[in-house]
């Protein structure tokens, strides 16, 4: 009877320390991300961070638009792809109640062809697709202004978003042809030039590079990268950990010359 009753106190402390191992795992964060670059990334953190009882769910996104609206509803914790002059302007369009939990890195925004070869070669009414958001589209058309393309209408406001009515003057007359960045891929064969968020850069690794961005020519700050987390928990060590985590692998990335065209945020 008393080896029934110890066999039984054994097996419920089995189970008990069970559950408690269950719960230390049980921290199951969901990643919104777009794009070839982040998922590389997130996949390369899982082991690392399944070390820390971080169990990591990787929910993939088409179109910009939805992944903040999905943050704020709660379908996902965590997302990376948007920069702060994105971030702002969709906070407070759709009230949305988010935080940022770190910032990362500056991304440059690459023109990219698959007819020309050099820059140079751009033809009087040429066709360049850019970004149909208004944040990344009113950064194309800085880079364009930056290459000497085209000319914008002065503005104090360092926030201020150009749209297309902003253009003073268009020496090549190009056509602009706003897109979503998720679809630029399918447009690359028939237009001159696309510019493109680094998120879709590896869409386009094969394709001609006609301008490398230098943000530095312009208001770069705004185009910082963020990793961001509903307001509510913006003080989450997980959510922290996790960000730590993501830009340390960045870091070691570019610091090894594994990947270019970003710039760590100290």
């Known amino acids: 009877m008393i080896k029934k009753i110890l066999l039984l106190l054994f097996i419920l402390v089995c189970i008990s320390c069970n559950k408690q191992n269950n719960d230390k795992e049980n921290h199951i964060v969901k990643i919104g991300y777009i794009g070839e670059f982040d ?59 988010l935080s940022i939990v770190e910032k990362t890195f500056i991304a440059d925004m690459n023109m990219y062809s698959e007819n020309l070869t050099n820059i140079s070669q751009m033809p009087k009414n040429a066709k360049i697709a850019i970004p149909e958001d208004n944040v990344n589209l009113s950064r194309a058309l800085k880079i364009l202004e930056s290459i000497g393309f085209i000319k914008l209408r002065k503005n104090s406001d360092t926030n201020y978003n150009y749209s297309l009515n902003d253009v003073r003057e268009n020496a090549l007359n190009i056509n602009f042809i706003p897109k979503k960045a998720s679809d630029m891929h399918s447009i690359i064969s028939e237009v001159d030039a696309i510019i493109i968020n680094y998120n879709f850069n590896f869409d386009f690794q094969d394709k001609n590079v006609l301008y490398y961005d230098d943000p530095s020519k312009y208001s770069s700050d705004m185009y910082v990268k963020l990793i961001v987390c509903r307001l509510k928990e913006a003080d989450n060590n997980i959510y922290k950990t996790i960000s730590k985590f993501y830009k340390e692998r ?8 594994r990947i270019k065209g970003i710039t760590i945020i100290n």
Do not use: M
């Open 39 to 97: 998922i590389s990334i997130w996949e390369s953190l899982i082991g690392k961070l399944q070390e820390e009882n971080i169990q990591l769910e990787l929910i993939p996104f088409s179109g910009y638009a939805a992944l903040n609206k999905s943050l704020n509803s709660g379908y996902i914790d965590l997302n990376h792809f948007q920069h702060y002059a994105y971030f702002v302007n969709e906070t407070n369009k759709n009230d949305y109640y």
């Open 250 to 257: 960045v870091t070691k990335l570019v610091e090894s010359g």
